[in-house]
């Protein structure tokens, strides 16, 4: 989808490929990919390519997900450079820990890829968000940064780091209906939340279906027109319900802020137990994307 869409700059396959079949469809199109065993070492040199890939070879310096072991890495990266389908052989591994920067493990992870990596050629590659703020030391010849691209603090709300970023994912909808209840009257499936007194509520073209959570309970945080308020009862798959009490001119097409510029990812993640990123990735495909230049609010690109 990337290529087709005219993107050229190097696109890399973070879990490489997860089966040899794939690796011609990779070459193709021109992509970069993680080598993290021993089985795809073997298939990547066995296979047949219009053209040679740039390798990264990651090494499992402690988080224990994928990775080769250190020990390893010297024979593995010969290996590699000696067979006619890599181009080049990038070295990288991955953190653990970095959202604690004072955990112990993650100075242990990086003696451990200096050590095993020490004397072979190739960039170098470690630093996620977290680390690239918390552990500079890590910075290498590239870096990684996921959430920060968001705009999202990587660490706890209060990091110092949170000061200085600026969300640029924003996701909203529009009020589509207005009911006013009266007291004791419920709201949505199982009438989890009655109305302790008269209550006007909004209803929101939002729902599980799109990717905010279900498990999102009352109260809730929400922006309406630009007011703080809250959602009501269970969010349904296209719907959601809030509270329009304390945001009186609030009608019909009425903007809501689910998360993004003025409430956070982190704050609607703690309130529903989960974390920033689960919400930043779970936003489904028929959700249409709005694409605003930086400086140019003006003009948006659907």
């Known amino acids: 989808m990337l290529r087709g869409a005219g993107i050229t700059q190097p696109i890399l396959l973070t879990a490489g490929f997860f089966s040899a079949n794939e690796l011609p469809e990779i070459a193709r199109h021109d992509l970069q990919i993680v080598i993290h065993s021993e089985r795809q070492v073997a298939d990547l040199r066995a296979a047949r390519l219009s053209r040679p890939l740039v390798v990264w070879l990651k090494i499992d310096s402690g988080m224990h997900r994928l990775g ?3 020990a390893t890495v010297a024979a593995t990266h010969g290996r590699l450079l000696a067979s006619a389908n890599v181009a080049e052989v990038r070295l990288m591994t991955h953190f653990a820990c970095a959202d604690t920067p004072e955990h112990e493990l993650n100075r242990s992870q990086l003696e451990t890829f200096v050590s095993a990596t ?11 968000s977290a680390a690239l703020v918390a552990l500079p030391e890590s910075r290498a010849d590239w870096v990684r940064p996921g959430i920060l691209l968001y705009g999202v603090n990587p660490f ?8 200085e970023l600026r969300s640029v994912l924003t996701l909203s909808s529009r009020v589509i209906a207005i009911q006013t209840l009266a007291t004791g009257a419920g709201i949505g499936y199982g009438h989890d939340w009655v109305a302790p007194r008269p209550t006007r ?3 929101v073209a939002m729902g599980y279906g799109d990717g905010y959570p279900r498990h999102a309970g009352t109260g809730t945080p929400v922006l309406v027109a630009g007011h703080r308020t809250r959602t009501l009862g269970r969010v349904s798959m296209d719907l959601l319900a809030v509270d329009l009490n304390d945001v009186p001119g609030a009608d019909v097409g009425a903007e809501v802020v689910l998360w993004g510029e003025g409430l956070t990812a982190w704050e609607v993640a703690r309130h529903v137990g989960t974390i920033a990123y689960a919400l ?11 694409y605003r230049a930086a400086g140019n609010p003006g003009r948006d690109h659907v």
């Open 118 to 128: 020490r004397g072979l050629p190739g960039a170098r590659s470690l630093a996620n």
């Open 68 to 70: 080769i072991a250190p």
């Open 280 to 290: 930043l990735t779970g936003i489904c495909a028929r959700v249409p994307l709005r």
């Open 156 to 163: 706890d709300e209060h990091h110092p780091i949170a000061g």
């Open 201 to 203: 509520v909004g209803i």
